[in-house]
């Protein structure tokens, strides 16, 4: 599987933006699908993360309630749905694939810068 992240862009403070990460291979829905974020001067962490068959997400607290991951198996595609985005959401954003029997994402997209103005 490779990955190619998209969508990225400048945006105000409350407005939205969706990121889509498109895969490559045939066993796309096989992979859990998680997208990642690193911020100027800090470490990469978590955002969200969906199951192989979409039926769970997860979320990190600072994005609960605003983002929204969903995947279309049919496309290899997963989305991040940001809305109400904040300055301090401003990073690059990567999409990450791993097995579902594994802990550790393996697989990494490129990534794609979002900037939130204040």
């Known amino acids: 599987v490779q990955l190619q992240a998209s969508g990225g862009g400048l945006v105000q403070a409350g407005g939205s933006l969706k990121l889509s990460c498109a895969a490559s291979g045939r066993t796309f829905s096989s992979y859990v699908m998680g997208w990642f974020r690193q911020a100027p001067g800090k470490e990469r962490e978590f955002v969200a993360s969906i199951t192989s068959t979409g039926v769970n997400t997860y979320y990190t607290d600072s994005v609960k309630g605003r983002f929204t991951i969903s995947r279309d198996n049919a496309k290899n595609t997963v989305y991040l749905q940001m809305n109400s985005l904040k300055p301090e959401d401003t990073a690059v954003y990567y999409c990450?694939?791993?097995?579902?029997?594994?802990?550790?994402?393996?697989?990494w997209g490129q990534g794609t810068l979002v900037t939130v103005s204040s």
């Open positions: 990450a694939a791993r097995r579902s029997d594994s802990r550790q994402y393996n697989i």
